[in-house]
């Protein structure tokens, strides 16, 4: 299963996105579930480097993804997260098998 955590500071802006594990519907380098979540991805980094030179901290390898983003975030940067995250949750609604989405908040 593929495991998708999302972070939010109190007033709702994503600090952290982490992907984990692999869907297991197809063999590897087949798994159309698995692909769509390295497209969500490896979407979210080039968008946030070169469309809103924002790019995260953190790794992004197969199958393992642990990314924080800028603080403040821009307006751009903020879309183009909002934006992966409601694919996230797509993908996690109609393959409730396979991917799972958590939303969390961190205090401070």
Not at 24 to 50: F, H, M, N, P
Request: aromatic letters at 4%; charged letters at 25%.
């Amino acid at each position: 299963m593929i495991r998708v955590r999302l972070w939010r500071d109190p007033l709702g802006q994503p600090e952290r996105l982490a992907v984990t594990g692999h869907a297991g519907r197809g063999q590897y380098g087949q798994d159309i579930v698995c692909a769509a979540a390295s497209v969500l991805v490896e979407t979210l980094l080039l968008g946030l480097k070169d469309v809103a030179d924002q790019p995260p901290v953190g790794s992004a390898d197969p199958g393992h993804a642990d990314l924080r983003f800028a603080c403040p975030m821009s307006r751009e940067a903020r879309a183009i997260v909002e934006t992966v995250v409601r694919g996230f949750q797509d993908l996690a609604d109609s393959e409730p098998k396979a991917v799972s989405f958590e939303n969390r908040n961190t205090s401070n």
